[in-house]
């Protein structure tokens, strides 16, 4: 009973510090090779919707590692899921201060994004150790994807955004790296086509609200 309890507590404040409190980096946000020029309102615009949608992936990602950490057995795994979450806090505040700068809100459907990925992490850590692996493995996968096009869309003048994804990119990469080495399974193709059009609903709908 404790112990349920002890659970509900670390997952209700885990969610308020991601949706409420102002996250807190342990690095600097990247520099760019030469400053931001001067972008035009509609470039400033698309440039925040851009980071608006890349600071819900954020989201998603503190709530995924969330909840495969609350519910695995292993507590080897469990530091990995936990030390995965505070290295994504880093791109949870980047992206935020991206949207400060560019004047830009995040995403109001924040709560829903969060308990939605919550959801989706508990129930993959129920599906065993290697297949929660498998779940992060094509994740990291399918985001690094998503940032490698975003790369292609932002304004040529925003290239302070253009330093955060290049580096968030980079940091997706070695967590799925970590993940196939920490034993992961391939999910089945099915899983995987799912997953991209959850992706794309999620991307489509926080680009405007």
């Not at 290295?87 to 829903?112: C, F, I, K, V, Y």
Request: proline share 6%; hydrophobic share 45%; net charge neutral.
């Amino acid at each position: 009973m404790n112990r349920s309890l002890d659970s509900i507590l670390e997952l209700t404040d885990a969610a308020l510090r991601t949706l409420l409190a102002k996250p807190h980096a342990t690095r600097a946000a990247p520099l760019p090779p030469v400053p931001s020029g001067e972008l035009t309102d509609a470039e400033r615009r698309e440039a925040g919707a851009l980071m608006r949608v890349n600071h819900v992936g954020e989201v998603c990602a503190q709530a995924l590692y969330t909840g495969q950490a609350a519910v695995t057995s292993d507590p080897v795994l469990r530091g990995h899921f936990t030390a995965a979450a505070r290295e994504e806090t880093d791109h949870l505040a980047w992206t935020q201060q991206r949207l400060d700068e560019l004047g830009a809100r995040p995403s109001l459907l924040n709560p829903l994004w969060y308990a939605g990925a919550l959801g989706l992490g508990m129930i993959a850590g129920r599906l065993g150790d290697p297949l929660s692996l498998g779940f992060v493995a094509e994740t990291e996968r399918q985001v690094e994807a998503h940032l490698d096009g975003h790369l292609g869309r932002l304004p040529a003048g925003d290239t302070a955004s253009r330093a955060v994804i290049t580096q968030m990119k980079l940091d997706e990469a070695r967590h799925a790296a970590q993940a196939w080495s920490a034993g992961a399974t391939e999910l089945p193709a099915p899983v995987k086509g799912l997953m991209r059009w959850a992706s794309r609903v999620m991307t489509t709908v926080a680009h405007r609200i």
